[in-house]
């Protein structure tokens, strides 16, 4: 969750492609290299946009409940946006260790 009260800390550190990977331990998503989900449902943007309000950024994806199911939106190769069930991505991903219910 975005804790809104850190926004001015001085010793905020913002994600990098590193934590995501060695420290949070999630893995690349294989259709999707620009992202990384965690065992337990986090998708991260690993590669950070040139442009948008995130550019420059590693960031955690928001998640959508759509007829009871959750979802993220992630991007292609091509730039179109595709919708992911979360379950089902952290499932194909971390097989019998995924640990999202």
Do not use: C
């Not at 934590?19 to 999707?32: D, F, M, N, S």
């Not at 995130?54 to 595709?82: C, D, H, Q, W």
């Amino acid at each position: 969750m975005f804790d809104e009260s850190k926004l001015d800390d001085p010793q905020y550190t913002p994600l990098t492609k590193d934590w995501v990977l060695k420290k949070e331990r999630a893995k690349v998503i294989p259709k999707y290299p620009d992202y990384a989900v965690s065992h337990y449902g986090a998708v991260y943007r690993i590669t950070p946009k040139s442009t948008g309000p995130r550019a420059g950024e590693v960031f955690m994806i928001k998640e959508y409940t759509i007829k009871g199911f959750p979802y993220v939106s992630l991007r292609l190769e091509n730039g179109k946006r595709k919708l992911v069930r979360l379950d089902l991505l952290t499932e194909r991903v971390w097989g019998a260790e995924s640990t999202y219910i």
